[in-house]
């Protein structure tokens, strides 16, 4: 199993590993499967998730220097629920939120972490991660990086713009994880981490963000399980729908249906942020710059796997028959959030609200998954003022903001963090 470059299908080939510990290829492409493999005769949904989950994963590792180690690495990265809310008779909710950071963001995290330490041990290599973040990225890469061995973490963010809930996730973890509270914006925080790149003094760094082919593959694997387990038990092919901004998320559903999974139709829910629906509008591609909506993990006017999906449909055609998107407003979000909580007393984040407000406006006679991206709880102060009371929070989140910061406040010059 080899994988290549999306600017260069006939160009050098690596192995899952090498791919994962490069992040991007070295011509700036992403890194994507030559051959797209067929969903593996070992995969079942008979021994629970983190089972599935390896079954799925495991032909992208076929002759990987991790291949043996891989149900391990699955065993210890998904070591938590994945339950499926049924709405009515076929229509679900897979709820990817209980992970220790509440957001669907700890699949991929976790996995390329316990990934990257299995290599990592095996080459005697160590590795220092850098991540900018401006809320949900961060707590997941740093709570999945948490006292992995032969790794160090790095968080960097704008000081005064994170939420409280989300600062607690970003730096109260100490041992091999150090935050920085940068006296600057986010943009400041992702020129830092541009610049320590390219410091030639500066070796041994990475990166953890989501055009990461090891945050990819349990995005595809979910899909895999989910989808089977929705045909086993109605016995009809579901359709996703989405909440998306980056799309790594929805690129893992595409490469579940690739491969054969039993998938109908893949729908992605976006905020205000226009650029995919647009796109199927003309037919011109045009990233735009971000605009702040309520689901702000989805304020993507550029999405960075927007590549491996037109790798996927190279034509606009292709791309058009196998993608729908529909733009969700911060009103409609809002009012989403108290019918569904009215209606039913089940209580949506923002951007799972956008899947809902979808799968309302088109596909009410459809069977549907719609995909939970965040536990509600995370977004409180949007949240709470429209359902009427206050949310219970999650053990995992109550704990990390019982814990003190350890978060050093720096200016924007970047050695100061090494
Ligand atoms: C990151 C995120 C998304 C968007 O996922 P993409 O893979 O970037 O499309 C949606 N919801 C939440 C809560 C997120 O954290």
Redesign the pocket.
């Known amino acids: 199993m080899k994988f290549v470059s999306t600017r260069n299908r006939c160009g050098e080939e690596y192995s899952a590993s090498d791919a994962i510990l490069k992040g991007l290829a070295p011509d700036g492409g992403l890194f994507v499967p030559k051959t797209m493999p067929t969903i593996s005769p070992d995969f079942t949904v008979d021994k629970g998730l983190s089972y599935a989950m390896y079954t799925a994963i495991k032909p992208f590792f076929e002759g990987d220097e991790l291949e043996g180690e891989l149900e391990e690495i699955c065993r210890n990265a998904f070591n938590f629920p994945l339950p499926f809310y049924r709405q009515d008779n076929a229509k679900e909710v897979m709820e990817l939120?209980y992970g220790p950071t509440s957001?669907?963001?700890d699949y991929g995290a976790r996995f390329l972490a316990f990934t990257m330490e299995k290599l990592l041990q095996k080459r005697g290599e160590e590795l220092t991660i850098l991540v900018a973040t401006s809320?949900?990225?961060g707590g997941?890469v740093a709570s999945a990086f948490h006292q992995r061995n032969n790794l160090k973490v790095k968080v960097l963010f704008p000081k005064g713009r994170v939420a409280d809930r989300q600062r607690a996730q970003l730096t109260t973890w100490g041992d091999n994880v150090e935050s920085y509270e940068v006296e600057g914006s986010f943009d400041d925080c992702q020129k830092m981490v541009k610049d320590a790149f390219m410091d030639p003094e500066l070796k041994g760094l990475s990166s953890a963000n989501?055009i990461n082919l090891g945050r990819l593959l349990p995005?595809m694997a979910y899909y895999v399980y989910a989808s089977y387990l929705f045909l086993l038990k109605y016995g009809k092919k579901p359709v996703f729908i989405?909440?998306?901004?980056?799309?790594?998320?929805?690129?893992?559903a595409y490469w579940a249906k690739a491969m054969g999974a039993p998938i109908e139709r893949i729908v992605?829910a976006v905020n205000e942020n226009k650029t995919i629906p647009e796109y199927l509008d003309s037919g011109e591609y045009i990233p735009r710059p971000s605009v702040k909506t309520l689901?702000n993990?989805?304020d993507?006017g550029a999405?960075?796997?927007m590549e491996r999906l037109f790798d996927l449909f190279a034509s606009y055609d292709e791309f058009k028959k196998n993608v729908s998107a529909w733009s969700v407003s911060d009103d409609e979000i809002r009012a989403t959030i108290k019918t569904v909580y009215d209606e039913t007393g089940y209580i949506l984040?923002?951007?799972?609200a956008c899947g809902e407000k979808v799968r309302r406006d088109h596909f009410e006679s459809e069977p549907t998954i719609i995909v939970s991206?965040?536990h509600p709880a995370?977004f409180e102060t949007i949240v709470e003022p429209l359902i009427g009371k206050t949310l219970p929070i999650p053990e995992n989140l109550y704990n990390i903001t019982q814990k003190e910061s350890q978060a050093k406040e720096i200016d924007t010059d970047y050695h100061k963090i090494f």
Do not use: E, R, W, Y
Request: net charge positive.
């Open positions: 939120i957001a669907f963001k809320g949900d990225t997941a989501s995005q989405i909440p998306s901004g980056n799309v790594g998320n929805c690129t893992g992605l689901a993990a989805m993507v999405p960075s796997n984040c923002p951007h799972t991206t965040a995370k």
